[in-house]
């Protein structure tokens, strides 16, 4: 930057600047300052023939009052008339005034523009540093679109200097973040990734910054940089501090350039054999380095040292292919977790957690389990301990099911309240799926309760009546801990609600033994019903009718209760309805009528667990569901069903608002809530609101668009039937299940879904159907699966055709339904399906 000349010291703004700092009070600041605000209007009006000097003395003045917070109305032409000025510090200030405070819908942006761009083109390096910074401090899309082209041109051309060139690059990278879609991807584009091998490393960095961003979203127009940033790479971890003593930073050759290289690589696989080798010799060269007696002791040589190993580490992850670096990195990753530095400890445990899912290291990271479960006692970190939480979820597994979820019980009742939810979730997650004794399971699940009961939501109880139903050598068990358990004096609420479900279900099991006998079972849960809430008491009347039929014997006492005064005059009209139809059912009915209507639930069918459902959605995609997906590859089997619908009698009352016809994730009914009737039957089981219906869709181009930013939701919808999706992607394979739900109470017959590719799709899209009955019935869904691959790029989408007869032989035809809602590219466009759509 050029120096500045005495005549540049702006006397009149220093004295402003004194003034303003020797006010003794706001008031007298404000009129110090109202003072000037009018004297600088006068000027401005008044002498048309302002020199270069006082303008740009009075817009300093300008811009130190909107600093101090207070708005500034007028000044913003003058600015721009300084940008014309051939003088350095007049032009500086010009577009620092502008940058600062001209908002990117300014009338001002087209004349701002013409002087942008008359510096750009003036090839003097200094007004186009300016010109450079304004552009992408501003960034508007006004702004993108003038200059969106040809900033690269001055970045690739071999005559600019070393500085413009990381100007432009870092502009260029503004501009590509707000306005992707106005920078071109051309010629520039290959030329650029030479940039990398350039003699300054400021340029170096700078382009690194810009080609990370760029190759996110067009890795193919970028995969040539990384034998250029391994070749790079290396040249940095093997240079001494003294070949680059300009960029070393304590002792620390580049570290933040090879930071961004490491970044840049996680980008892409892993690379050829012969450039493989070399970035292997470099991150064994950083682990190397790791374990060197520190150089300096002050916090900056660590952390620039320690910058660098974390990301060399998360590229040996990335790659997931090199056993020994991934141990080395495990083991150098446990050295950091008794490390006296908080945020090491912190970075190690994260990082820990994503090498438990390599095959590789899983079993170097589960030698560490005591240090992580003394971690998770010890340390004062709330977050360091929550990342205890999921190192031990992300190395369970068989051998050591038991250890970790007794520990995360343990820990479960002195840990803090912002996270006992999720360690709730991930104690039901471990218990169930490595459940060898379903005896262990009903005990965790119900120390669970016991311990955290608060924090214990719906899923988690849903889910162990799942289990418990679908598993009959569990049933016996856990009607007899369940029974014990209510025994004590107090019962949290969700244990009432397992208790009246089990009991009514599975209560004969144990009622031979005198303790528990029917009415001692009666005699416990109704000890608890005037403490439970509406929805609890509505689940313990239907138990009560369930009883009837289990128990004759405790008939009478049964219907005294519900015959009383609190239940058929309840104020709450559930209540009231459910005691009334309950006590009709167990008077006229015979006992056949009782039988088949208070017939024991059938087994749930098999499907994802909720529990895992709502941990997914809790943590979000880019870590439990990463794990999850390790875990299900290594073998892990999950046990159990879906979540049931509690325990109901087919005569209770009101429709459930929040029927699950499809079965994709939706909330349970009500507890002892009935089946729905036909008449609402479905609802929109993919909102993010439960309860919220679905509107009714004349032809599938409704819901098509919501399909660029959801794998889940509602293809198509009308008065007869519900089509559902539900899909994941990896790579160019797919897997995509829809789901065909009637509407009506009448049968489907002649049920005929197809899959159509016209000739030219079929070529780029293979589709694999499986067969779907002829018939659905009323109020059912079924289910077809489709295995997806992608051959190359296609814009075309596949379309879904569906044909029935229904009442009275009418066939009616719906609307085609295009099942793919944008271009998927075989290659790694294709693999944004399962990275969170970045696109979308």
């Known amino acids: 930057m050029p120096a500045v000349s005495k005549g540049d010291g702006m006397r009149g703004l220093a004295v402003f600047i004194s003034d303003i700092r020797n006010c003794k009070s706001k008031e007298a ?67 620092l005034f502008i940058s600062v405070l001209v908002n990117s819908n300014s009338e001002l942006i087209r004349l701002i523009n013409n002087a942008v761009k008359n510096d750009l083109a003036s090839r003097n390096p200094t007004f186009m540093g300016l010109a450079l910074h304004c552009i992408a401090n501003v960034g508007s899309r006004e702004m993108a679109e003038a200059f969106a082209g040809e900033i690269p041109k001055i ?42 091998n350039d003699q300054h490393l400021g340029v170096v960095t700078a382009a690194t910054s810009l080609i990370t961003t760029l190759a996110q979203k067009n890795p193919e127009e970028f995969k040539t940089s990384v034998s250029l940033a391994v070749s790079r790479l290396s040249r940095i971890v093997t240079s001494a501090s003294t070949d680059l003593q300009d960029y070393t930073y304590y002792f620390v050759p580049a570290p933040w350039l090879s930071v961004k290289l490491l970044r840049l690589l996680q980008c892409y696989p892993p690379p050829d054999p012969a450039v493989r080798g070399r970035l292997t010799e470099c991150l064994e060269t950083i682990l190397n380095k790791a374990q060197e007696p520190p150089k300096s002791k002050k916090v900056q040589h660590s952390n620039a040292k320690n910058a660098a190993l974390f990301e060399a580490i998360s590229l040996v992850i990335h790659h997931d292919s090199e056993p020994n670096l991934l141990v080395r990195a495990c083991n150098q990753l446990g050295q950091f977790l008794q490390h006296r530095e908080t945020n090491l400890r912190y970075l190690a445990l994260e990082s820990m957690c994503t090498l438990a899912s390599s095959e590789f290291s899983h079993e170097a990271v589960k030698t560490h389990i005591e240090t992580v479960t003394n971690a998770l006692k010890t340390e004062r970190d709330v977050s360091v301990r929550q990342r205890a939480v999921d190192l031990l979820y992300a190395m369970c597994d068989r051998s050591n099911a038991q250890q970790i979820v007794a520990e995360m019980l343990s820990y479960l009742e002195t840990a803090d309240y912002s996270i006992r939810e ?38 988690v109880w849903y889910r162990v009546i799942q289990i418990v139903v679908n598993r009959d050598d569990a049933q016996g068990y856990a009607a007899k801990t369940v029974f014990e358990a209510l025994q004590a004096p107090a019962c949290h609420e969700n244990l009432v609600k397992v208790g009246g479900y089990v009991l009514g279900e599975f209560g004969n099991l144990i009622a031979g033994d005198p303790r528990s006998s029917p009415l001692i079972q009666f005699n416990l849960l109704h000890s608890k019903f005037h403490l439970c809430s509406v929805p609890t008491r509505a689940l313990l009347l239907s138990t009560y009718i369930k009883f009837v039929n289990l128990f004759p014997e405790v008939k009478g006492t049964i219907q005294d209760v519900l015959r009383s005064d609190s239940q058929l005059r309840n104020a709450d009209v559930e209540l009231q309805q459910r005691a009334v139809e309950y006590l009709r059912l167990s008077t006229v009915a015979s006992t056949d009528i009782l039988a088949t209507v208070l017939e024991e639930m059938p087994p749930f069918p098999e499907r994802e667990s909720s529990i895992l459902a709502k941990l997914k959605r809790k943590k979000g995609p880019s870590t439990v569901t990463d794990l999850e997906e390790a875990k299900r590859d290594r073998g892990a089997d999950v046990n159990g069903g879906p979540e049931p619908a509690p325990a109901s009698a087919s005569a209770a009352s009101t429709p459930s608002p929040s029927a699950d016809l499809l079965g994709l994730g939706a909330a349970p009914p009500v507890p002892a809530g009935p089946p729905p009737s036909s008449g609402g039957l479905l609802v929109d089981v993919f909102s993010d609101s439960p309860s919220a219906v679905a509107p009714l869709a004349p032809g599938s181009e409704d819901n098509f668009a919501r399909f660029v930013c959801k794998n889940n939701g509602v293809l198509f919808e009308n008065q007869l039937l519900q089509i559902g999706l539900k899909s994941e992607f990896r790579q160019n394979l797919g897997r995509m299940f829809i789901f065909y739900g009637n509407k009506t109470s009448t049968q489907f017959l002649s049920f005929t879904p197809t899959l159509v590719c016209s000739d030219g799709l079929q070529a780029n899209l293979s589709l694999r159907t499986q067969p779907v009955g002829p018939t659905v019935d009323g109020g059912a869904q079924v289910q077809q699966a489709v295995n997806i691959e992608c051959l190359s790029d296609f814009a075309e989408a596949p379309v879904l055709s569906v044909q029935f007869r229904w009442a009275w032989g009418r066939r009616p035809r719906l609307p085609d339904c295009p099942l793919l809602p944008r271009v998927w590219s075989a290659g790694a466009a294709g693999s944004l399906w399962g990275r969170g759509r970045e696109g979308a």
């Not at 260029?172 to 584009?189: A, F, H, I």
């Not at 005896?439 to 309760?449: A, F, H, K, S």
Request: hydrophobic share 45%.
């Open 155 to 196: 970045l690739v051309a071999g005559d600019t200097m070393d500085s413009v060139k990381q100007s432009a690059a870092l502009c260029l990278l503004r501009l590509y973040r707000t306005s992707p879609d106005l920078v071109p991807m051309g010629d520039w584009t290959s030329r650029v990734v030479h940039l990398l």
């Open 422 to 459: 999720e360690i709730v979730l991930k104690v039901a997650v471990l218990a169930e799926k490595y459940a060898v004794d379903y005896t262990w399971y009903v005990d965790t699940i119900l120390g669970l309760i016991r311990v955290a009961g608060d924090f214990v939501s719906e899923e």
């Open 29 to 95: 600041e404000i009129k110090r300052i109202n003072k000037e605000l009018a004297n600088i209007r006068s000027k401005f009006k008044g002498d048309k023939a302002l020199d270069g000097y006082s303008k740009k003395k009075y817009v300093c003045k300008l811009l130190f009052i909107f600093l101090l917070g207070h708005d500034i109305d007028f000044g913003h032409m003058e600015a721009v008339n300084l940008l014309s000025s051939n003088r350095y510090t007049e032009k500086q200030i010009g577009y």
